[in-house]
């Protein structure tokens, strides 16, 4: 195939989550996220019609770009932080090809932090999946950008003194269009996946990842089931409410900031998210998306699902139709290419 046909409007193929595992041993640590994070995947190929042999999955350096070999698609492992360069030559040489780039906190914010900037801004039509684990798993547990002020690690033994980077907030600022949370073994994730695929351009998602060896348990605060009560899942047009339906989002008006608010119970014994002033929300709002991913985590719960999702026209689209029109009503000579300009012919051996 060399259409323009988008990925996320080509014929549906039918297979099975099977179709999709290879014959690689997965060389991950026993109890590591990234296994739930390759099940999520294998299992929403399937449900999204996805075809392997018009499927691509490209990945830098890091724990997480072990990805390609255990998805049984074309592939390729890249290097350090160049994945997204990698990525958007695949698909500006064929726009129909279904392109997933796989990066982490370290890959793609570390020294890959300018590629993912420009894939971003560029609109490039792509899944972006970011494995956040909040350290450099492969190296053996240094700080990464995201670490926490304080994390204890090889190259920080007193504690780290960083201001850590948000990959949302950092994406956002890019110009994504599309940008949403999940965690390595919610069984939202899949619905996630899904809507990424749908978006028309890149569409960005961090998936905050446990490393069990080097940073255990440092999303237990909303990740634990004990406590769920600390997560927002967000939906499309649905009251931004957590812990039951008991707390929720709104807007304080005169720091034009959001605040956590409790949700009384009406009559009925019912939510009254209206009376509390908690906010819907529109995914199209991006003032309000760059709020959320801004939101600090304890006073504030962790804004999962779809944050913002805006789609505008993509990169490949732009570069194709720019040169079809460059083209128009020109015969293509390389020949006569080769030959334009200053040129000699060399006819005999030259004397010495």
Not at 171 to 181: D, E, K
Not at 236 to 261: H, N, R, Y
Request: aromatic share 8%.
């Amino acid at each position: 195939m060399n259409d323009m046909t988008p990925h996320n409007l080509a014929g549906a193929v039918q297979t099975t989550i099977k179709d999709w595992e290879t014959d690689q041993e997965v060389r991950w640590c026993p109890g590591c996220g990234d296994y739930a994070i390759l099940k999520a995947v294998q299992r929403t190929l399937p449900e999204l019609g996805a075809d392997p042999a018009n499927t691509v999955f490209v990945s830098g350096i890091g724990c997480s770009s072990r990805f390609p070999y255990y998805i049984e698609s074309y592939g390729f492992h890249t290097i350090h932080g160049r994945a997204p360069a990698f990525a958007t030559g695949i698909k500006l040489a064929n726009p129909a090809l279904d392109v997933w780039l796989v990066t982490g906190d370290g890959d793609g914010l570390s020294i890959g932090g300018n590629h993912l900037m420009h894939v971003l801004r560029r609109n490039v039509n792509m899944q972006i999946m970011l494995f956040n684990n909040e350290i450099y798993g492969l190296t053996k547990g240094q700080v990464s950008p995201t670490s926490k002020p304080g994390t204890i690690s090889p190259s920080s033994p007193t504690g780290s003194i960083d201001h850590p980077a948000r990959p949302c907030a950092f994406a956002l600022g890019c110009g994504a269009r599309f940008i949403a949370r999940a965690y390595d073994v919610s069984k939202e994730l899949p619905a996630v996946l899904k809507a990424a695929h749908a978006h028309k351009g890149a569409a960005f998602i961090e998936i905050f990842q446990n490393c069990i060896v080097y940073n255990a348990d440092v999303f237990a605060g909303f990740v634990d089931k004990a406590n769920a009560d600390h997560q927002l899942w967000l939906k499309d047009g649905e009251p931004m409410v957590f812990a039951k339906g008991t707390k929720g989002i709104a807007v304080d008006g005169e720091k034009l900031t959001l605040k956590v608010v409790d949700v009384p119970t009406n009559d009925d014994g019912v939510g009254d998210w209206q009376a509390a002033g908690v906010i819907v929300h529109n995914v199209r709002n991006r003032a309000i998306a760059h709020m959320l991913v801004e939101m600090r985590f304890g006073p504030f719960p962790m804004a999962l699902g779809v944050i913002y999702d805006d789609p505008k026209a993509t990169f490949e689209e732009a570069v194709h139709s720019q040169n079809a029109k460059a083209s128009e009503g020109k015969v293509v000579d390389l020949a006569a290419l080769l030959k334009r300009g200053q040129t000699w012919t060399v006819s005999a051996e030259p004397e010495l």
